[in-house]
């Protein structure tokens, strides 16, 4: 099943988002420094990393006793459902340190962005990614304005856009900044289509599922679309991957890449266009980058941001 949009925002409502994200990475000093300072981040927002994390079946006990049963009750029945959680009375992060340390770093900073906007901070003591303790139109905005304060920090506004700009547009581009960036491959190949002037969109995959008596079936976990793509092809409707789907012949089955393959592609007006398709497989899920091949010939000039 394709996750629902968890990240668009009013115009308003996401400058002021960037705004406090772009204050948090001055106060720190983190402007310039790569991959990002996680550890000064969160000195300057004046909050802290949980010494023992709730996560541990151990700590959740101990963790309960000290909160009043009304809280404890939300944790129970949120722990299963997330991986960071923010007590904004004791201004403490617990994030669960079996996932990755990418994954753990996008937690850490999406935290941070409920303990530095005012209303997240103001409205709840005990703020948890959990819908039960918000309604359900609130808890989907606030997650979208911490989801776009995580990775406006991470990726440095601007800055992972101009960079992926200055390589090759192909797949592993988003791979080469690594390094660079810290974030996971699934976050940053996001970004590389989110942020590409060119017209481009990033199908994300869960693992392939093998058929009897049909191949193969993949689920398509995101499509993520640059403004220009979204303009010329609208939304994107697929669920899933089958090898007679378009791009069926994009999944790599028995090989960690697909070189760049042609197909055909309708935009919004019915006119056919002649596309590339691009994959590599993760092992977590796979990444499937389409353009069409008029975007190879567009000039494009990056200006940073004012």
């Not at 990614?129 to 776009?148: G, H, V």
Request: net charge neutral; glycine share 4%; charged share 25%.
């Amino acid at each position: 099943m394709r996750k629902s949009d968890d990240s668009t925002l009013a115009l308003d409502d996401l400058i002021a988002i960037e705004k406090r994200a772009s204050q948090l990475l001055d106060r720190a000093d983190a402007w310039d420094r790569f991959p990002i300072p996680i550890d000064d981040i969160l000195t300057a927002a004046n909050v802290k990393v949980a010494s023992h994390s709730i996560f541990d079946p151990a700590n959740i006990i101990a963790y309960l006793k000290g909160k009043a049963s009304s809280a404890a009750t939300n944790i129970k029945s949120a722990i299963s459902k997330v991986w960071g959680l923010y007590d904004a009375g004791e201004s403490l992060i617990h994030v669960d340190g079996s996932v990755v340390e990418a994954r753990q770093t996008f937690l850490k900073l999406h935290e941070t962005g409920h303990h530095d906007i005012p209303t997240h901070k103001k409205l709840f003591r005990f703020f948890q990614d959990c819908e039960k303790t918000l309604a359900p139109e609130i808890a989907d905005q606030f997650e979208r304005e911490a989801n776009n304060f995580a990775r406006f920090a991470l990726f440095k506004g601007d800055v992972f856009m101009q960079h992926a700009a200055d390589h090759a547009f192909e797949i592993r581009t988003p791979m080469k900044l690594a390094k660079k960036f810290g974030a996971s491959v699934y976050a940053r190949a996001r970004e590389f289509a989110r942020t590409n002037p060119r017209a481009c969109a990033v199908y994300v995959l869960e693992p392939v599922e093998f058929v009897q008596g049909d191949g193969f079936r993949a689920k398509i976990r995101r499509i993520e679309p640059s403004a220009k793509f979204r303009t010329q092809f609208g939304v994107l409707p697929d669920t899933v991957i089958t090898p007679s789907h378009m791009l069926g012949s994009l999944v790599p089955i028995g090989r960690k890449m697909t070189k760049p393959t042609t197909f055909t592609m309708t935009d919004r007006n019915g006119e056919a266009h002649e596309c590339v398709g691009e994959a590599f497989d993760t092992k977590y899920n796979v990444l499937i980058l389409i353009y069409p091949v008029k975007a190879l010939t567009v000039s494009t000039i990056i200006l940073p941001a004012a």
